[in-house]
């Protein structure tokens, strides 16, 4: 577990040195379209796309809402409530005037270990509270695990970490199947609970490994489906294409690999195949996810519904 925890902390780690770009958002209304099933009855299909979820920010990379997503049951998440973005280091007056004005921000909880923070720190927002997650265990060597041979080139230290195996195709399962990031994502799922009013804010460094485990948990216990679920956890691809392309391209520059390039790529985008390792490891040990956050996390029948009955319409 030590050698997977630390293959979770260099390949954040990388993350936070190549992906951390503010990318201009566009639009804020969730879409959804009606279908007809086989006996001919409307229902609601969830259309994930950059423009019916983007905050509309310009100094926050990847900054997007949960809202609007249809459930199983035939409920909707309710818009501009749950927001999940990038760090907030480079908020702009306007990014910050549309979270407090617009969404009505209230909470944010930072995922980020102390260092990053120290690093970049969040600007103070009047009427907000901050509150600070690490989703890794910051005890020990752990920063300087993720810090280490880095010589201030953030693409050489990239195809360093996919040469010799760092970056990982489990490092999503790794991390949940991890005491200390089990018990972090349990007190992040007590601040959704204990929430009352006003917008809930998440995020990591670039908003989308730390973050996107904590979306992919959050909108399993509110019954989304995997599918959609999973078009969102890739949205970060979307909304990161300028970035992506532009490490990509650092990378082409400096090897040929194919395989390489292709960590490289999945180290600062959203590899479908690292999330569906996640899902296929919960699967495998406890049978279902329903179980997993239930077993692992914590959560009660009564903390599923009243989550639902909080974020729900």
């Known amino acids: 577990m030590e050698k997977n925890k630390k293959s979770v902390l260099v390949a954040l780690c990388v993350t936070t040195f190549v992906s951390v770009f503010a990318l201009a958002g566009c639009g804020v209304n969730s879409g959804e379209k009606e279908v007809g099933n086989s006996s001919g009855e409307k229902q609601m299909e969830n259309t994930v796309t950059q423009e019916s979820q983007s905050l509309g920010l310009t100094g926050?990379?990847?900054?997007?809402?949960?809202?609007?997503?249809?459930?199983?049951?035939?409920?909707?998440?309710?818009?501009?409530?749950?927001?999940?973005?990038?760090?907030?280091?480079a908020a702009t007056s306007d990014d910050i005037t549309a979270l407090t004005d617009k969404f009505q921000l209230t909470e944010v909880i930072d995922l980020r270990t102390?260092?990053?923070?120290?690093?970049?720190?969040?600007?103070?927002?009047?009427?907000?509270?901050?509150?600070?997650?690490p989703i890794i265990d910051e005890s020990g060597s752990a920063y300087a695990v993720m810090t280490a041979g880095y010589t201030g080139d953030p693409i050489d230290h990239a195809i360093a970490q996919v040469e010799n195996g760092t970056i990982s195709d489990t490092m999503y399962s790794d991390l949940v199947m991890d005491?200390?990031?089990?018990?972090?994502?349990?007190?992040?799922?007590?601040?959704?609970?204990?929430?009352?009013?006003?917008?809930?804010?998440?995020?990591?460094?670039?908003?989308?490994?730390?973050?996107?485990?904590?979306?992919?948990?959050?909108?399993?216990?509110?019954?989304?489906?995997?599918?959609?679920?999973?078009?969102?956890?890739?949205?970060?691809?979307?909304?990161?294409?300028?970035?992506?392309?532009?490490?990509?391209?650092?990378?082409?520059?400096?090897?040929?690999?194919?395989?390489?390039?292709?960590g490289v790529k999945a180290a600062v985008g959203a590899d479908p195949n690292y999330m569906e390792k996640m899902f296929e490891a919960i699967d495998e040990k406890y049978g279902s996810m329903d179980v997993f956050l239930k077993d692992e996390i914590g959560l009660t029948d009564k903390d599923i519904a009243k989550l639902k009955d909080r974020y729900l319409e």
């Open 60 to 89: 926050v990379a990847n900054a997007r809402q949960l809202g609007g997503y249809i459930t199983t049951d035939g409920k909707k998440i309710k818009d501009g409530v749950l927001l999940r973005t990038g760090q907030l280091s």
């Open 179 to 262: 005491t200390y990031g089990q018990n972090a994502y349990h007190e992040f799922f007590q601040k959704l609970l204990a929430h009352k009013d006003g917008a809930f804010l998440f995020h990591c460094a670039g908003g989308k490994d730390r973050t996107g485990v904590a979306a992919v948990l959050l909108l399993s216990a509110l019954g989304v489906d995997r599918n959609t679920i999973m078009e969102d956890f890739i949205l970060t691809n979307d909304f990161n294409a300028k970035n992506i392309a532009y490490v990509v391209s650092a990378a082409e520059k400096k090897t040929s690999d194919v395989k390489i390039l292709e």
């Open 114 to 133: 102390t260092a990053e923070i120290e690093a970049a720190l969040d600007p103070a927002i009047e009427g907000v509270t901050e509150e600070h997650i």
